[in-house]
């Protein structure tokens, strides 16, 4: 479905990633780990058009997305969360689902991926009406997948969604993205809480200074006795 093939991206004049090479199929959950600093963040970016690649290529069933506009690519079928959400904090609750699916004419359209947003996150129906700034971390994190759900992606990428969120959001939210691969899309999560993540994940790569330090399956990662000690703390 994606393949990443040695992208090299430069951010403020730095090299953030170089030559990373990530393969995703479809239907799986992939999580990307590594420290602060590591190039998790650069990583997302340059698949969702919000960086430009300096080389490589990123493809996305079959097609060359790199050097086209985020738009374009949300209009492909990909949907991006970033890390700090970007609300319209004065917004409602309503209105902030309705601009994620602003690519839709008719009403009708919309009518599905709403289901689902409601179904994965109940409190967000109760709370319509709300300011989007009224809500909790966690709440609004919520809100912030529920608007990239509404584009109806084929893919859909996290970074860090955990962030600044009370435990007990986290595992709701954690649970939320295995139903949201039940329901047929491909996850691709950025995330630091690894324990966490890979409990859920089909795979994951670790990034280390900007390059891929370590790959495998769930499984193989959470037994290798380097990964433990490093990132898992055990």
Do not use: W
């Amino acid at each position: 479905m994606l393949s990443v093939h040695e992208v090299t991206t430069a951010y403020q004049g730095l090299v953030a990633i170089s030559e990373v090479t990530i393969e995703i199929a479809k239907g799986e959950i992939v999580l990307v780990a590594g420290a602060n600093g590591a190039g998790k963040s650069t990583l997302v970016k340059s698949i969702a058009g919000a960086e430009r690649p300096r080389s490589g290529s990123v493809t996305f069933d079959g097609s060359r997305i790199d050097g086209l506009q985020q738009h374009v690519i949300t209009a492909r079928g990909i949907a991006y969360v970033p890390e700090n959400r970007r609300l319209f904090p004065r917004l409602s609750v309503a209105d902030n689902l309705r601009l994620g699916s602003y690519m839709f004419r008719h009403e009708a359209d919309r009518d599905d991926p709403l289901k689902l947003v409601f179904e994965l996150f109940p409190r967000l129906q109760e709370r319509l009406e709300q300011r989007a700034e009224t809500l909790s971390g966690g709440e609004q994190q919520m809100l912030a997948i529920g608007r990239a759900l509404m584009t109806r992606p084929r893919l859909l990428m996290l970074d860090e969604p955990s962030q600044g969120i009370m435990p007990k959001l986290v595992s709701e939210i954690f649970q939320a993205v295995k139903k949201i691969r039940d329901a047929g899309m491909t996850v691709l999560i950025v995330e630091q809480r690894m324990a966490e993540c890979l409990e859920i994940a089909d795979r994951a790569y670790i990034l280390q200074t900007g390059r891929v330090l370590m790959q495998g399956t769930a499984g193989e990662l959470m037994d290798n006795p380097d990964v433990r000690k490093a990132y898992l703390g055990l």
